[in-house]
């Protein structure tokens, strides 16, 4: 490559392509080339677009750099510069052709304006590139530190200049940053699920696979937000930690580091159910109450919480139990409950022994009230059995006595007394099960000297031929005594 000496008005080669160098055309304008300035700076402009928004990657780059050496050559060419390629000693006959254009005063300003306007645009680049360099190495040492909070920080520190100057390598920064913030998101997803929140939960799990799945080095800042997550666990609510828990027993495998979540179910899930369950029970959640119980069993039979747990499922389905038969013990007035044509069963009722079994009676209060007080249970929960009495009826007749009264004074009217027939059902409260149906009867005075009875509208009808024996106390506890003694 040589280079000849330029006439006056001419421009120096050197120059022009030093000029292009600054990527705004001002090559071009020595030549008096506005054109060729405005499309140079036009495709610059683009191409700094494309690189700095839709194409951010290394061929892009390299594309820009190959426009900036079109740029270059074309300047020389254009100012009249050409290759010639010397062999052997004609290279230092040329680098001395190349040295005194130095020592025109003409061309060597031409030059020094051209490294004017071209040295600090280039400087400026490398000092953006390195700005650039230096916070995409921040970020990086961040994310493989897991420091989403040092990551962000030093992208924030990236402004525009180092973004167009280093595209590419700023590019990787942001998506730290981005995937940063979507993680930042998923813990506060986390937080939520902590609190029993399922579809929360998913949430965070999803989105910490996405960033996962974004590429390779992600590892360590999803990590740090699992490990936070983790930490929560145990939660200060048992019933809260047994939901978690069970959403991270039945979370698939997927082979990422999130799997290291599962690694917590066994260690903290047995307490979590047990405490969960002593809490449902206190609560009178019997039914859920149980369910925990059992969920130990199934899923634990070899936990040192396993026995407890077992204890508690028992107690939960007495109570269970005793809340149903409580329910079907509910009445109103004088009727017979539900539990007398729909019988269940209170395990923990005590079983039938010698001597006086402790019962709740219903019906027929008008005998049943006459009974002793220590016959009778206070509720199912210390009763053996339940009594339940129908309507009195005419019993068999014990004695026909005349007597005078009613329309008819002179003759007298026959009246048999019958002893109370009183039909029973007895029921073991501990299985449920009939132990007595009979029909009970009740003895006492007949044929006393009066009879008393109702008259209608003044008019005496006399009494009715059908009456039963008159009780004492005795003899109704006599009748009541067999049903719940043994």
């Known amino acids: 490559m040589s280079w000849e000496p330029q006439e006056r008005g001419k421009r120096d080669p050197w120059a022009v392509g030093v000029a292009n ?83 025109l005063d003409r061309v060597r300003t031409q030059r020094c304006v051209a490294l004017g306007v071209a040295v600090p645009v280039l400087a400026a680049v490398v000092l953006l590139r390195v700005d650039a360099a230096h916070a995409e190495g921040t970020v990086a040492a961040a994310r493989r530190s897991g420091d989403c909070t040092k990551a962000v920080h030093a992208q924030h520190s990236v402004w525009f200049g180092p973004r167009l100057a280093d595209s590419p390598g700023t590019r990787r920064g942001e998506r730290t940053a981005a995937a940063c913030r979507r993680l930042a998101v998923a813990a506060a997803d986390l937080r939520d699920g902590l609190g029993g929140d399922t579809e929360a939960l998913a949430a965070g799990f999803d ?62 899930a047995p307490a979590a159910l047990l405490g969960c369950a002593n809490n449902l029970m206190a609560g009178k959640s019997w039914t859920k109450a149980k369910a925990r119980y059992q969920q130990v069993l199934d899923q634990y039979p070899h936990d ?72 009778s249970a206070t509720d199912a929960s210390d009763a053996t059995l339940v009594v339940c009495a129908s309507d009195d009826k005419d019993g068999p007749s014990v004695q026909t006595c005349p007597y005078k009264g009613g329309l008819y004074t002179t003759f007298p009217e ?39 009875y109702t008259t209608w509208e003044n008019i005496d009808t006399g009494p009715s031929s059908d009456q039963y024996v008159i009780p004492t106390t005795s003899d109704i506890r006599a009748a009541f005594h067999p049903l719940v003694t043994r």
């Open 304 to 375: 040192a919480k396993a026995a407890a747990a077992k204890s508690g499922a028992h107690k939960a389905e007495l109570a269970i139990e005793l809340g149903n038969v409580t329910r079907l013990l509910d009445t109103y007035g004088d009727t017979q409950p539900t539990y007398c044509t729909a019988p269940a069963r209170y395990s923990g009722a005590p079983a039938r022994h010698k001597g006086v079994n402790k019962a709740l009676f219903f019906g027929n209060s008008t005998y049943t009230d006459k009974l002793p007080t220590g016959w």
């Open 21 to 103: 160098a600054s990527l705004v055309g001002a090559g071009y304008l020595m030549l008096g080339r506005r054109g060729w300035a405005v499309l140079s700076w036009a495709v610059t402009v683009a191409l700094l677009i494309v690189l700095g928004t839709a194409q951010r990657t290394v061929r892009c780059e390299w594309a820009f750099a190959v426009w900036w050496a079109v740029v270059v050559v074309h300047g020389w060419h254009l100012a009249g510069g050409r290759w010639k390629w010397p062999s052997g000693a004609n290279w230092r006959e040329q680098y001395g052709r190349f040295a005194a254009g130095w020592r």
């Open 414 to 452: 026959e009246v048999t007394f019958h002893r109370i027939a009183i039909p029973v059902k007895v029921y073991e409260l501990r299985t449920g099960r009939l132990v007595s149906h009979r029909t009970l009867e009740i003895d006492g005075k007949s044929c006393p000297s009066t009879l008393e």
């Open 207 to 268: 989105a910490m696979s996405a960033v996962l799945a974004d590429g390779p080095g992600n590892e360590a800042i999803v990590s740090t937000v699992l490990d936070g997550f983790l930490d929560g666990i145990p939660t200060a609510n048992p019933c809260r930690t047994a939901v978690v828990t069970d959403w991270l027993r039945a979370r698939k495998a997927d082979g990422s580091t999130l799997d290291r979540a599962s690694a917590v179910v066994p260690r903290t």
